[in-house]
């Protein structure tokens, strides 16, 4: 009886798990001898729904891009996780609703707002590749035109949006150099920081944003939370499959061996296996490549070790404190130059690039910050009692309310106070190094299929590495899957479960299953 190929998954995230979710329900696991090992003491990877002040929240991946055909959508309908009958995080549109103060202590009319909104929206719809009119004047005042030349000639999402914006205020008038209207479209920009995990849009490779796909339809949060999608994925398999708390340290691979694949953990100990798929971050594997402790050995091929050097990773934070009162609005917080005026200098620098602060449902005592590169780095070294003082200080100096510093258990409506604080840090743990994956200026789609290629890479003309006799060599010893691995769905959980699938069916056509 010949022995079943031994696959091991690395990393209980939703692509790995997606994997193994078809693996194991195609064959109800009589093809495959199947593991999969985490190195964390939980599932779900960058999805890690959690409890704060008696609220559901989610510290990681929170929305589903759309309804319309994601898999995310589906998996969530069948495992009953889209309706609750407690609160959730973005339950309803506090953003619809959100009042604009600049710093200064004023509010700022709709009336001055909504004319760049309009634009930035419009920019970012051109850049994606939603508005092909390169002549079409875009915004509904009918302020900018001639947008040919911009949409062929800009390298970054950074010198589009200049340039947009540079259109706008010579066809206007309004919007010079520390202008409100300027310090309105940077508000907007550094929303898509968070968005793309780019620490500036400068950054953000232009030619790919069109690449990028979204599904159609609203998107929404999920009721029970984003890890109820994860347990529904990994219900099926049976108990001892998933095992956590296992730390690769060394793939060894490129043989000619009966079992090709050699994986050393921390433990020290030491498994052998047929194929191996890799769905750690790319925050880790461009962590490897910078390191002298190489996660593979022998190293990467020079292909993929380049696309995983272009390609960009970045940081994205969420903070969430727990205020004195209910109803507190939702504000969108417009920033002048830190040397525009020396009064406000004491609002940190590391608030001075955040959006919003907005109360996670309506009637919430919790609120939600986002924050991006530097800034969410920097997020991860401060005490409590630093980010209390810090966001009470911006919302002091920005709209004039009352604050209090510290930690109270009174009850006085008349002035806000921070009770609780959690943040999230992506960036400091070594199981991640990051949030998700942008196309950085320099790379292109072509590194994401690079990074999603398998190894060892199979020339029946020549010998290659370790194994000179090509009719030995085994294929497909290491494959690769995690969102920075889909060309036009990375950065998204759906782009996670695609490449899950996507190796998968590798495996699966490799053996002339019939799936």
Same mark, same amino acid.
């Given at each position: 009886?010949?022995?079943?190929?031994?696959?091991?998954i690395?990393?209980?995230?939703?692509?790995?798990?997606?994997?193994?979710?078809?693996?194991?329900?195609?064959?109800n696991?009589?093809?495959?001898?199947?593991?999969?090992?985490?190195?964390?003491?939980?599932?779900g990877?960058?999805?890690?729904?959690?409890?704060?002040?008696?609220?559901?929240?989610?510290?990681?991946a929170?929305?589903?891009?759309?309804?319309?055909?994601?898999?995310?959508?589906?998996?969530?309908?069948?495992?009953?996780?889209?309706?609750?009958?407690?609160?959730?995080?973005?339950?309803?549109?506090?953003?619809?609703?959100?009042?604009?103060?600049a710093?200064?202590?004023?509010?700022?009319?709709?009336?001055?707002?909504?004319?760049?909104?309009?634009?930035?929206?419009?920019?970012?719809?051109?850049?994606?590749?939603?508005? @092909?009119?390169k002549?079409?004047? /875009?915004?509904?005042?009918?302020? %900018?035109?001639?947008? &040919?030349? =911009?949409?062929? +000639?800009? !390298?970054?999402?950074?010198?589009?949006?200049?340039?947009?914006?540079?259109?706008?205020?010579?066809?206007t008038?309004?919007?010079?150099?520390?202008?409100?209207?300027?310090?309105?479209?940077?508000?907007?920009?550094?929303?898509?920081?968070?968005?793309?995990s780019?620490?500036?849009?400068?950054?953000?490779?232009?030619?790919?944003?069109?690449?990028?796909?979204?599904?159609?339809?609203?998107?929404?949060?999920?009721? @029970?939370g984003?890890?109820?999608? /994860?347990?529904?994925l990994a219900? %099926?398999?049976?108990? &001892?499959? =998933?095992?956590? +708390?296992? !730390?690769?340290?060394?793939?060894?691979?490129?043989?000619?061996?009966?079992?090709?694949?050699?994986?050393?953990?921390?433990?020290?100990?030491?498994?052998?296996?047929?194929h191996?798929?890799v769905?750690?971050?790319?925050?880790?594997?461009?962590?490897?490549?910078e390191?002298?402790?190489?996660?593979?050995s022998?190293?990467?091929?020079?292909?993929?070790?380049?696309?995983?050097?272009?390609?960009?990773?970045?940081?994205?934070?969420?903070?969430?404190?727990?205020?004195?009162?209910?109803?507190?609005?939702?504000?969108?917080?417009?920033?002048?130059?830190?040397?525009?005026d020396?009064?406000?200098?004491?609002?940190?620098?590391?608030?001075?690039?955040?959006?919003?602060?907005?109360?996670?449902?309506?009637?919430s005592?919790?609120?939600?910050?986002?924050?991006?590169?530097?800034?969410?780095?920097?997020?991860?070294?401060?005490?409590?009692?630093?980010?209390i003082?810090?966001?009470?200080?911006?919302i002091?100096?920005?709209?004039?309310?009352?604050?209090?510093?510290?930690?109270v258990?009174?009850?006085?409506?008349?002035?806000?106070?921070?009770?609780?604080?959690l943040?999230?840090?992506?960036?400091?743990?070594?199981?991640?190094?990051?949030?998700?994956?942008?196309?950085?200026?320099?790379?292109?789609?072509?590194?994401?299929?690079?990074?999603?290629?398998?190894?060892?890479?199979?020339?029946?003309?020549?010998?290659?590495?370790?194994?000179?006799?090509q009719?030995?060599?085994h294929?497909?010893?290491?494959?690769?899957?995690?969102?920075?691995?889909?060309?036009?769905?990375?950065?998204?959980?759906?782009?996670?479960?695609?490449?899950?699938?996507?190796?998968?069916?590798?495996?699966?056509?490799?053996?002339?299953?019939?799936?």
């Amino acid at each position: 009886m010949l022995k079943k190929p031994r696959v091991v998954i690395i990393g209980a995230g939703m692509a790995g798990l997606t994997a193994a979710n078809k693996l194991y329900t195609h064959s109800n696991n009589t093809t495959f001898d199947l593991s999969v090992f985490e190195g964390g003491s939980r599932i779900g990877g960058r999805i890690n729904t959690f409890e704060f002040s008696s609220e559901r929240i989610e510290m990681g991946a929170t929305w589903i891009h759309g309804i319309g055909g994601s898999p995310v959508y589906k998996i969530a309908e069948e495992a009953g996780s889209l309706v609750s009958d407690e609160p959730w995080e973005c339950m309803d549109s506090t953003a619809d609703k959100a009042r604009t103060f600049a710093e200064g202590g004023f509010e700022v009319d709709p009336s001055v707002v909504e004319p760049v909104s309009g634009l930035f929206n419009a920019l970012m719809e051109l850049a994606q590749g939603k508005k @092909k009119e390169k002549e079409k004047k /875009i915004t509904q005042n009918d302020v %900018v035109s001639g947008l &040919g030349s =911009i949409y062929e +000639n800009a !390298t970054s999402v950074g010198s589009f949006l200049k340039s947009g914006f540079d259109a706008y205020r010579d066809a206007t008038g309004n919007g010079g150099n520390g202008s409100l209207e300027e310090a309105i479209f940077t508000m907007f920009s550094n929303t898509q920081r968070t968005y793309t995990s780019a620490d500036d849009l400068w950054t953000l490779d232009y030619a790919a944003e069109s690449e990028y796909q979204m599904f159609p339809g609203e998107e929404i949060t999920i009721a @029970k939370g984003y890890v109820s999608v /994860i347990h529904h994925l990994a219900s %099926v398999l049976p108990h &001892g499959v =998933i095992q956590l +708390n296992r !730390t690769v340290t060394k793939i060894e691979w490129e043989s000619c061996e009966e079992c090709p694949v050699r994986l050393h953990f921390s433990d020290g100990s030491v498994v052998f296996a047929d194929h191996v798929i890799v769905t750690v971050s790319l925050g880790v594997l461009k962590a490897g490549i910078e390191s002298d402790d190489e996660l593979f050995s022998p190293p990467l091929p020079e292909f993929k070790s380049d696309a995983i050097k272009r390609l960009g990773y970045g940081v994205v934070n969420k903070l969430f404190v727990e205020v004195s009162e209910r109803n507190f609005p939702s504000l969108q917080l417009v920033f002048g130059r830190e040397d525009s005026d020396s009064r406000f200098v004491k609002i940190p620098w590391w608030m001075r690039r955040t959006a919003t602060i907005a109360p996670i449902h309506s009637n919430s005592k919790v609120l939600l910050s986002w924050f991006a590169g530097k800034e969410a780095i920097e997020l991860e070294k401060l005490t409590d009692e630093e980010i209390i003082d810090g966001v009470l200080t911006t919302i002091s100096c920005l709209t004039g309310k009352q604050v209090k510093n510290g930690y109270v258990n009174g009850n006085d409506n008349e002035v806000l106070r921070i009770t609780k604080v959690l943040k999230s840090k992506w960036g400091g743990d070594p199981l991640f190094r990051g949030s998700y994956s942008y196309v950085a200026v320099g790379s292109s789609g072509d590194d994401l299929d690079a990074l999603a290629e398998p190894l060892p890479k199979i020339n029946k003309k020549s010998g290659q590495g370790k194994c000179h006799d090509q009719t030995k060599v085994h294929e497909l010893q290491v494959m690769f899957a995690g969102e920075a691995t889909h060309r036009t769905h990375y950065s998204t959980t759906h782009g996670a479960y695609y490449s899950g699938m996507r190796e998968a069916n590798r495996l699966l056509k490799h053996y002339k299953c019939d799936f």
